[in-house]
Structures are given as C-alpha cells and as structure tokens.
C-alpha cells in the first residue's frame, strides 16, 4: 500500500473504507509507516478508537486531517435498538477532546426514526453538538436495508412505505413509517437540523478560527452543507451537489 502511495504522489488522501481501523494493530502498521511521507490523510472509523490514546497519538504523527464516524445517537435505548454495544454515550465527550486536543478535524454521522428514540432527541442532539463545538455534523433518516432483520420486522408491520426505491437515497428520504411521527414529519425534522446547525451563528460558536488545514476543511464542509440545507425542496435532486 505504502509503495502504491508513493507511485501517485498525491499529498492528500482519503481511505474509503468504512472501517479503515477494522484491525487495529495493522492500521497502526500503516499509520507509522505513513510518517516519513509527511501526507495530510482522511478515513472513516468507529468513535470508540479515540478512547484509545496511543491509536490516536499515531494518528496524529502520521498526518491525519479528517475523520468521519457514526456516533449514531445520544439516545441509549436507540444504540441498544441498533445493537452498537461499542458507542456509549458516556465516553462521548472523551472522544472529542482526544480529537480536539490533537488538532484533527471530524464529522459525525446521526440516525433518527428509531422506535426506542425519544421525542425530544433532536433537540438534545443539537445541544450536544453545540456544547461539545462539534465542527461537522451529518444527520440521517433510519433506511432498513433489504435482507436485514430491521427490514423485514417492518415490512411484516407494514411501515415500509417505498420498498421499490428504498435504496436510492437511503438517510435523505424517508422510507418508513416511524413509531412516534409521520414519514413527512420525520423528514422535517432532520431538515430543519441540518438549517439550525448550520446557521452562520452556529458555526462561528462551533469552529475555530481557518487557520489549520484541520480547521480550514471544516469551514468549507460547513459553508457546502449549508447551502444544500438552504436550497429548499428542490434539493430532492442532490446530483447537483
């Protein structure tokens, strides 16, 4: 990997995979490997990895810029629903001050229209976000995939509501019958999170000043996801963005 790095003299990188620290020791492996190429890198991986300090120091030499990770909820019984065992919303904050202490920029993924969710948890997740000056944030709408336990509990309960085009724009759009709200309520409420949180008073209280690469990539994916949230129903199209 290190050699194919080299051969395509980019300076900045992403990893897409999902889970790029799937095996941890190995991730590191590469981590240490990357130092001496002096690249700025980005990866998504799971939240609890930031609780692990010697990872993150690595992380840190070896040029990491951004990292995106599903947080998923602050909702306990929606991470239980969602079998996440490895988030725990009391380790949350750790998490972002290892990120923040070390100078890397981050997003975090959302999912809301669990049944276990409470009513008020989108704005407790806005309040979160603004308490911990989370400089990106990235809010879904619940999509069972087809031939998951999840899907076919709710086909049976007759709360799919699209099953032709539940794949084409899975988190924008809702799909389902949600327990506590309609499916158009459901997509209002996410929409109107994506308008509060990126507010131009919202990100100057969250970001700090562009100064550091770090900084300066969260400002531009705060300005690109305002305008998408700003754009209306005609955003239903997102080819354009």
């Known amino acids: 990997m290190i050699g194919e790095i080299k051969a395509c003299k980019a300076r900045n990188l992403l990893f897409a995979d999902s889970n790029f620290a799937g095996n941890v020791e190995h991730t590191m492996e590469l981590m240490e490997a990357l130092i001496p190429l002096k690249l700025r ?31 998923e909820s602050i909702d306990p019984d929606a991470l239980d629903e969602m079998h996440k065992k490895v988030n725990r919303v009391q380790q949350y904050k750790e998490i972002l001050t290892n990120l923040r202490k070390r100078g890397i920029s981050y997003s975090l993924n959302f999912i809301f229209g669990w049944d276990t969710e409470k009513r008020d948890v989108f704005a407790s997740t806005l309040a979160f976000l603004r308490e911990n000056k989370v400089p990106v944030a990235f809010f879904n709408i619940l999509t069972p995939h087809r031939g998951t336990p999840l899907y076919d509990r709710m086909k049976a309960e007759n709360r799919i509501i699209d099953s032709h085009h539940i794949g084409r724009w899975p988190g924008i759009i809702c799909y389902i019958q949600p327990q506590h709200d309609s499916s ?34 969260s400002w531009v994916v705060n300005l690109s996801q305002r305008k998408i949230a700003r754009a209306g129903e005609e955003a239903q199209d997102f080819d354009d963005y």
């Not at 990866?43 to 947080?71: E, I, P």
């Not at 158009?184 to 000043?209: C, Q, T």
């Open 41 to 71: 890198w980005s990866s998504l991986w799971s939240a609890y990895l930031c609780t692990n300090q010697k990872f993150m120091d690595l992380a840190q030499r070896s040029g990491l810029l951004h990292v995106n990770m599903g947080l």
């Open 184 to 217: 158009a309520g459901l997509e209002d409420k996410v929409k109107k999170m994506y308008k509060d949180f990126y507010r131009y008073p919202s990100m100057a209280s969250r970001l700090p000043l562009p100064i550091t690469k770090a900084n300066i990539a």
